[in-house]
């Protein structure tokens, strides 16, 4: 089993920027990939960015050139370096990892989310 801890949500004027960390633990030896999903008010979840152990990254449209996905160690700690937010930007952010790769919805384990907010 994998847990992963997301924090540095909160509130940003639009502009703004925000960085979120994912602390995984467990059986972290087990993880190829780890990511960033989001869900607003009324919407589905979204995957918004992904890092593979190898380093290839992915960016959903909407976010390219604004956030940077990353990792201090290729397995226990990702970030999402958001910048130039706008209030769109405004949902739930979660953070995801899987032993395989992330394309879609399912991966294998997900935190518990924090909560970002831009005004505008």
């Known amino acids: 089993q994998v847990q992963l801890v997301e924090s540095g949500g909160g509130l940003v004027q639009a502009g703004g920027s925000l960085r979120l960390s994912c602390a995984a633990s467990?059986?972290?030896?087990?993880?190829?990939?780890m990511g960033w999903f989001r869900q607003a008010p009324g919407k589905q979840r979204e995957l918004v960015a992904t890092?593979?152990?190898?380093?290839?990254?992915y960016y959903v449209d909407s976010v390219k050139g604004r956030f940077t996905i990353s990792a201090l160690n290729a397995k226990n700690m990702v970030y999402l370096d958001m910048d130039s937010l706008k209030p769109e930007d405004t949902a739930v952010y979660y953070c995801?990892?899987?032993?395989?790769?992330?394309?879609?919805?399912?991966?294998?384990?997900w935190g518990q989310g924090t909560q970002v907010t831009v005004s505008s």
């Open positions: 995801a990892a899987d032993r395989y790769r992330i394309v879609g919805g399912s991966p294998d384990y």
């Open positions: 467990g059986s972290i030896i087990s993880i190829n990939a």
């Open positions: 890092r593979t152990s190898g380093g290839t990254t």
